[in-house]
């Protein structure tokens, strides 16, 4: 998982060290089951590696993941895709020993065992892991997204191009889900929307080919901190210009100019055309203030995440709205993806870019307190928050070129 790259700050001090070592000690699965500390099998042609959630009566039996009626679920949908399960898959599950009465795996069981899946991920170097279930993606997940997982329902069909893995991260539903739904409403013909669904992940991770990244992107090389209002105002002024494309994002101490004590602590813009080529990230004072107000008034397009944000406190900051809006990362997300909970540009970074979320060090101080209006942004040292901020308007932008391309839209 990515360690956080706020080093100036206290804040860092918060986050808790994960274990590298399997802790079956605690777990004590392996000694109750037939197969301890269940080795991935699988010949891998294809190098995508096969998540489930736990072995299985007959599993621990044979020693063996998947060879149950789940696995011949899942072997069949695979073959619609031109993938054998044995032949092209390497398969493991989320923790590696049999639990009694084939009970799903506990929070502590995942924690203890996720060195294993860490190590077989290191081992193998998969292209593409296909993680089955709830279990199994919080599993994997939980390896390089530090934020709240949520259940399958939030990642299925999603292709993450993992920076921490190097990986593409395509969750499913676990197979079982579907022999359930034959045993419900849906008869012995199951539920014809989910096994569509769930043969069409399949298929689509099947084409992936390679690792997402011959060179891992340093987002954080990018954006550069300027502390001079002077030299942040001629870098604008530039940017105006020259023309192109701008994402901008403040940083403020509170949700609503209008509350007592609100007021902007800084500001950053990613400056472009199909992609980046210059971000800034600059206190809110003298000389930066007035080209920033050039920048807003000018017709370069301009992109932002949750927009209105944006657009309210530039009223009320200098009394006139935006010109020319182009894009907005979160209704765009909403028009892609109708799902609850992925729209922040954090989630979708990760999605789209494979960069996992920014803000663990930090997000407890952007928010108010119980009772509060206004945030703890000023105990934030000066340089982490100015990264954070300029990481916000470079992610907005390169999200918001994904989106427009997924949709079709041309670039102005």
Not at 301 to 316: G, H, L, V, Y
């Amino acid at each position: 998982m990515s360690k956080g790259f706020f080093a100036s700050s206290e804040i860092g001090k918060m986050r808790v060290r994960e274990s590298l070592l399997p802790q079956c000690g605690a777990c004590g699965l392996h000694k109750k089951c037939n197969s301890p500390k269940m080795e991935p099998t699988g010949k891998g042609n294809k190098n995508i590696l096969v998540v489930a959630e736990a072995p299985g009566r007959e599993e621990d039996r044979e020693g063996i993941q998947l060879v149950g009626d789940s696995g011949k679920e899942l072997q069949k949908h695979f073959r619609k895709a031109g993938v054998e399960l044995r032949e092209d898959c390497f398969l493991t599950n989320s923790i590696i020993c049999h639990p009694a009465n084939n009970r799903t795996p506990t929070n502590n069981e995942l924690e203890y065992c996720r060195p294993n899946l860490k190590n077989t991920i290191e081992e193998l170097s998969p292209d593409v892991i296909i993680p089955l279930g709830s279990s199994a993606t919080e599993q994997v997940l939980s390896l390089c997204y530090p934020s709240d997982i949520g259940g399958i329902s939030r990642w299925a069909g999603m292709q993450i191009p993992s920076q921490d893995l190097n990986c593409w991260i395509c969750p499913t539903w676990h197979p079982a889900a579907l022999l359930y739904a034959m045993r419900g409403e849906f008869s012995k013909h199951g539920n014809p929307v989910l096994n569509k669904a769930f043969s069409d992940h399949l298929a689509a991770a099947s084409k992936l080919e390679g690792k997402p990244w011959k060179k891992v992107p340093d987002y954080k090389s990018k954006v550069e901190v300027v502390m001079q209002p002077g030299k942040a105002a001629s870098i604008i002024r530039k940017m105006i210009k020259k023309g192109g494309i701008v994402a901008f994002d403040y940083e403020t101490t509170s949700l609503k100019p209008e509350w007592e004590g609100s007021e902007i602590v800084s500001c950053s813009v990613a400056w472009g055309r199909d992609s980046v080529q210059k971000c800034i990230a600059y206190p809110w004072h003298g000389e930066a203030i007035e080209a920033t107000q050039e920048l807003i008034r000018s017709p370069l397009p301009k992109i932002a995440s949750n927009m209105k944000f944006e657009d309210r406190w530039t009223r009320a900051e200098f009394g006139h709205r935006v010109r020319n809006w182009l894009w907005d990362t979160m209704l765009a997300s909403h028009v892609i993806d109708f799902r609850p909970y992925i729209t922040s540009i954090k989630f979708q970074a990760f999605a789209l870019l494979g960069f996992a979320p920014y803000d663990e060090h930090i997000k407890p101080l952007l928010k108010s307190e119980k009772g509060k209006k206004i945030n703890r942004i000023r105990e934030i040292a000066l340089p982490d928050l100015l990264l954070y901020n300029g990481l916000d308007s470079l992610l907005e932008f390169e999200v918001a070129m994904l989106q427009m391309a997924h949709l079709g839209i041309p670039l102005p």
